[in-house]
């Protein structure tokens, strides 16, 4: 570790602040100084998902949340943030909200075809340009392409994109994206589908694969 850091404070590369923080990681060395600023600052998937790691051991759920998002909005393929912010939204409720406003997501139709909006607080959506996650097109509160829909509610008519749409559904953002994370893991090679008749049988399936994972370890 001493020989990462000393190797980034000569040279900041990149490359090996993510070996020096993922060692501080592995060992439990976690704290919230500047290099681990430094990292939130760099805005690749990985990096975001080690800074959401970090924070996520330290306690810290909300900023673990929003950096295990802002790493799946830069790339949610083979990416490990899809488990931490699923389980950091498991941690709270959230009411959907009545209208749209940051931290909502909400489908919007023209009568002909549908499309689903998401608005982030800036903070969220800082820096990075986010590829089309969850089916959702990705924009900050403050972004002037969706202005016109900020305090609408469910049935207001606005214009986007030189058309008229009707806002069928609003809600909070975690909400759709919490789903198609789990749909993410569910896929995963190491998840297992456990399904039965009754919940008996379903218990007995579960007690099944923990054995088999007891004998193989």
């Not at 340009?129 to 207001?156: E, I, L, R, T, W």
């Not at 009707?166 to 893991?185: G, K």
Request: aromatic share 10%; hydrophobic share 35%; glycine share 4%.
């Amino acid at each position: 570790k001493q020989e990462f850091k000393t190797e980034y404070d000569i040279y900041k590369s990149e490359e090996v602040l993510g070996k020096y923080l993922a060692l501080r990681f592995e060992t439990n060395e976690l704290v919230d100084d500047r290099y681990l600023q430094t990292a939130k600052q760099i805005s690749t998937w990985h990096m975001q998902n080690l800074v959401g790691a970090t924070y996520a051991k330290l306690g810290l759920y909300e900023e673990a949340r929003k950096y295990f998002l802002r790493s799946l909005l830069l790339n949610e393929q083979g990416n490990l943030s899809v488990t931490g912010y699923w389980n950091m939204c498991r941690r709270t409720q959230r009411p959907d909200p009545q209208m749209v406003g940051a931290d909502t997501a909400f489908t919007i139709t023209d009568g002909d075809s549908s499309m689903n909006i998401a608005i982030h607080r800036p903070q969220i959506i800082d820096s990075i340009k986010p590829h089309n996650f969850a089916g959702y097109c990705h924009y900050s509160s403050q972004d002037p392409a969706v202005a016109a829909f900020m305090y609408c509610k469910v049935n207001d008519q606005v214009e986007y994109n030189g058309r008229e749409y009707t806002i069928t559904e609003i809600e909070h953002i975690d909400n759709p994206l919490c789903r198609y994370a789990f749909s993410l893991i569910m896929e995963l090679p190491s998840s297992h589908i456990i399904t039965g008749s009754s919940p008996e049988e379903s218990l007995e399936k579960l007690i099944e694969i923990m054995k088999e994972q007891n004998e193989n370890h």
